[in-house]
């Protein structure tokens, strides 16, 4: 499996991005997939999840109410749709494949993207 982020960007406070994860090699239509980020000097964080059917999410308390995760599966390709983004958001964005229960620790993921970089001026 492959996957590969796209939409990253130099933006203004205030301003939206909508970040894009494309899945080749395998269908990820099965599988729970996350957002992380990492600014840097600092961890990975966990951003979001989205389930298989896209019928559950979950995000942390930083981008809740501001970021919204979906998926298209006939694509297979994931979405981060990053709205009123802070200085605080900026952060290289990675999504990555979920396959054991925690969905908030990096290593209960097995493929990575490269990543995107965010970066917003305040």
């Known amino acids: 499996v492959q996957l590969v982020e796209s939409g990253g960007g130099l933006v203004q406070a205030g301003d939206s991005l909508r970040l894009s994860c494309a899945a080749s090699?395998?269908?990820?239509?099965?599988?729970?997939m996350g957002w992380f980020r990492q600014a840097p000097g600092k961890e990975r964080e966990f951003v979001a999840l989205?389930?298989?059917?896209?019928?559950?999410?979950y995000y942390a308390d930083s981008v809740k109410g501001r970021f919204t995760i979906s998926r298209d599966n006939a694509k297979n390709t994931v979405y981060l749709q990053m709205n009123s983004l802070k200085a605080e958001d900026t952060a290289v964005y990675y999504c990555?494949?979920?396959?054991?229960?925690?969905?908030?620790?990096?290593?209960?993921?097995?493929?990575w993207g490269q990543g995107t970089q965010v970066t917003v001026s305040s």
């Open positions: 090699g395998r269908s990820l239509s099965t599988a729970p």
């Open positions: 989205i389930m298989w059917s896209g019928s559950a999410t």
């Open positions: 990555a494949r979920k396959v054991r229960p925690g969905g908030d620790i990096p290593t209960n993921y097995d493929y």
